[in-house]
């Protein structure tokens, strides 16, 4: 137990709550105040429903995807007719022939053109395309613009998320780890309630997928990925409007990261087995290889794919019952669509620990085949 | 808005509802049989029902 959260980082945090209070308050907040947050537009009354409709699709489709800033809230305001965006601006970090750094209030959330030496950047639907003076982008047949985009390092809020979510992860677990130093083998603080969770990790995870002698080399990989996608997956259902791992650049890396792994440790009984396998006619090894080769392949794309759809979906769903709150503009369809909102925020909650509890139990599976012990009865 | 999607997406959620709720039998009846077995009937059925569930998912999004 100390060997494991020795080699665990994180720090303790002190609460002064009493326990399954603070679980409840927190778990209360995160689906309730999604609803509260959902209003951030003021339409006038003569809209039309299908003005409505669009611009609830458009306000899912940009919290689906990332953004150069941290916007909590936006509205119109009504004397001015402007949009009032409240939130912090991230840097962008752009590289074109040379390293460009501006803050992404420079541009305005598509609105302006920034000037930097003689380049103009614009922000044309989430991405920082490089056009002339005026801010032109030119379309090719498919209705895609055909500007040129620089690499695009910008600190955007999936970034922001990401290592809020490291630091987080860091400072918890090495708590936990210093709390056994100084109390002899006894967690205290809140570092305790994730105990059982690692224990459960290395007990019902790791050891019958990967074997008892070869377990040590993953605990890290399979507890850090099983913590990370959790915490992601529960950060994306907070008010905060971010959508991590519903990105599909991000489970995918995940995946290769998982992939990597599964192809470093490999043994030669292991790639034995998919290319070549014994005890079977030499006609059927030729047309198995191919199939087994695609299978190599299909299994990281499952966990990237399961993964990013899970999550992306129940964002849309979540976020389509609540806009139905405001679509049923009388008092029994808004608290019906309430309720089946935060019925639905709840199973979203278990999905997220679902989720991760898939994807560490699959990558383990794919360890545990790929260091295999060779055994007697081929 | 075309046809063929539609009705391949609803096709592809009774695939998906099927397999779950046949999952759910067969843990169930297992779980009749031996009731001291029930954590790991649990946990082996959860793996399944993911495994279903995320087929369903990649063909919702590709349709």
């Not at chain 1, 603070?22 to 003021?42: D, E, G, I, W």
């Not at chain 1, 205290?188 to 002698?213: M, Q, S, T």
């Not at chain 1, 019952?321 to 309720?339: E, P, Q, R, T, Y």
């Not at chain 2, 709720?21 to 067969?26: C, T």
Request: charged share 15%; proline share 4%; glycine share 8%.
């Amino acid at each position: 137990m100390t060997y494991i959260c020795s080699k665990i980082q994180t720090i303790r945090l002190v609460v002064n709550m009493p326990k399954p209070f603070y679980t409840y308050f927190v778990a209360f907040l995160m689906v309730s105040f999604n609803t509260l947050y959902a209003k951030t537009s003021n339409t006038k009354d003569g809209d039309t429903p299908s003005d409505l409709k669009s611009e609830i699709k458009a306000y899912i489709l940009h919290h689906l995807e990332d953004a150069h800033d941290f916007n909590l809230l936006s509205y119109k305001d009504k004397t001015s007719g402007e949009k009032v965006y409240i939130g912090m601006p991230l840097p962008v970090i752009l590289w074109d022939n040379g390293l460009k750094i501006f803050s992404s209030s420079k541009l305005k959330h598509g609105k302006s053109v920034v000037q930097l030496g003689e380049n103009h950047y614009k922000l044309y639907h989430g991405k920082i395309y490089k056009t002339d003076a005026q801010g032109t982008i030119t379309y090719d047949d498919h209705h895609h613009p055909a500007n040129i985009k620089p690499l695009d390092f910008s600190i955007t809020k999936n970034v922001v998320s990401i290592l809020f979510t490291a630091l987080l992860m860091f400072f918890l677990f090495r708590g936990l780890a210093k709390s056994y130093q100084k109390n002899g083998r006894i967690a205290k603080g809140v570092g305790r309630f994730f105990e059982p969770i690692i224990l459960y990790v290395r007990d019902e995870i790791a050891i019958p997928n990967i074997g008892e002698k070869h377990h040590r080399r993953f605990m890290g990989y399979l507890l850090t990925l099983f913590f990370f996608i959790w915490f992601l997956n529960l950060l994306g259902l907070t008010p905060l409007g971010i959508n991590v791992t519903g990105n599909i650049a991000i489970t995918f890396c995940l995946a290769l990261i998982t992939f990597v792994i599964t192809t470093l440790v490999g043994k030669k009984y292991y790639w034995k087995h998919i290319f070549w396998m014994p005890g079977v006619p030499w006609p059927m090894k030729i047309i198995l290889a191919p199939i087994e080769l695609l299978g190599l392949m299909i299994k990281p794309f499952s966990l990237m794919i399961r993964l990013y759809a899970n999550i992306s979906a129940g964002h849309i769903v979540l976020m389509s019952l609540i806009a139905l709150i405001f679509i049923f503009k009388n008092w029994i369809g808004s608290s019906l669509s309430f309720v089946l909102a935060f019925s639905i925020s709840i199973i979203e909650i278990l999905v997220a620990l679902l989720q991760a509890y898939i994807f560490t139990v699959l990558s383990a599976l794919y360890f545990g085949f790929a260091v295999e012990e060779e055994h007697e009865d081929h | 808005m075309e046809i063929p999607a539609i009705v391949g997406a609803g096709l592809v959620v009774i695939g998906v509802g099927i397999g779950i709720g046949s999952i759910g039998r067969g843990a169930m009846e297992a779980i009749g049989r031996q009731p001291d077995a029930t954590g790991k009937i649990q946990t082996v059925m959860l793996i399944a029902a993911a495994l279903v569930e995320g087929i369903g998912f990649a063909a919702l999004f590709a349709v």
